[in-house]
């Protein structure tokens, strides 16, 4: 009977510590995994940002150089929105929002939209969507052209009703079989657009502000080197 008990007790602490052990490299590997997936998509969003803001056509750190935008219910639900902002010797040229377009073929897709201070695109590039492969997924610049038809765009051009794909009257080019996801991108960059007119003085109130003291100061090979021409001014 004593046996019986000892070998009871052996095997259950044989079972508790295996389950400690597995329990635990299941809990290292999640949190590995987590941080090495956050450590990705930061990368993509830093990789995004300098594509649609180059680095010649700032002097700033974009990365650290945020502010805080308007909160708007038709916006962005009410929440206030963290723009990174690009300045050349101190005065802010452009910024870029995070922009959701809620309505995919698969969910929302989410976008950076970088407009400069007149209003024009610099630039939209997608940073996460579950649209479908071969179909809707060409609003990746990996897979297609489609997303730079933005760059240079503003509110009045098109005019407001050709803010749209071609199916619809507009004039940017939706996907063969595939109209939703290019439609919901379309409409995501004109609401960016509506919103950033609707609170321009606002924001250049903000963007006026001094850039954040976590900005890194400029190097004498930026001083030197920089020849702030951009696109759109
Ligand atoms: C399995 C499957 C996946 C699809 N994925 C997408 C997609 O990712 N994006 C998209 O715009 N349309 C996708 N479509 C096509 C849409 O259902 C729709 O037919 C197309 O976008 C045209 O929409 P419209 O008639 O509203 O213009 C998919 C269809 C199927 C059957």
């Known amino acids: 009977m004593a046996a019986l008990a000892q070998s009871i007790r052996r095997n259950a602490i044989g079972l508790g510590l295996f389950a400690i052990v597995t329990g635990g490299t299941i ?14 998509a930061a990368k993509a969003e830093a990789k995004a940002l300098f594509e649609i803001i180059p680095e010649d056509q700032h002097d700033n750190n974009l990365l650290t150089d945020t ?10 639900a009410g929440e206030p929105v963290t723009a990174w902002v690009a300045r050349d010797n101190g005065r802010p040229t452009g910024l870029i929002m995070p922009v ?12 950076l939209v970088g407009i400069d201070l007149q ?14 492969p071969g179909l809707g997924d060409r609003i ?25 794909v071609k199916k619809n009257g507009g004039v940017y080019d939706h996907f ?3 109209t939703i996801t290019p ?17 321009r003085s606002e924001i250049r109130d903000i963007l006026n502000e001094p850039a954040s003291p ?17 696109e759109h001014s």
């Open 119 to 132: 209003g024009r695109i610099l630039g939209v590039r997608v940073t996460s969507h579950r649209e479908t």
């Open 140 to 164: 990746e610049t990996k897979k297609s052209d489609w997303i730079h038809a933005f760059t240079g765009r503003s509110l009045r051009d098109p005019e407001p009703r050709r803010w749209n």
């Open 100 to 111: 959701v377009a809620p309505d995919g073929y698969s969910g929302a897709i989410q976008l």
């Open 67 to 76: 502010v805080e935008l308007p909160a708007d219910d038709r916006f962005n």
């Open 214 to 230: 976590r900005n890194k100061p400029l190097t004498p090979e930026k001083i030197a080197g920089q020849t702030p021409e951009r």
């Open 183 to 199: 439609r919901a991108v379309v409409k995501a960059v004109q609401k960016s657009l509506i919103y950033f007119r609707q609170h």
């Open 27 to 40: 809990a290292v590997t999640q949190v590995m995994t987590a941080e090495r997936i956050e450590e990705q």
């Open 176 to 178: 063969t079989g595939a």
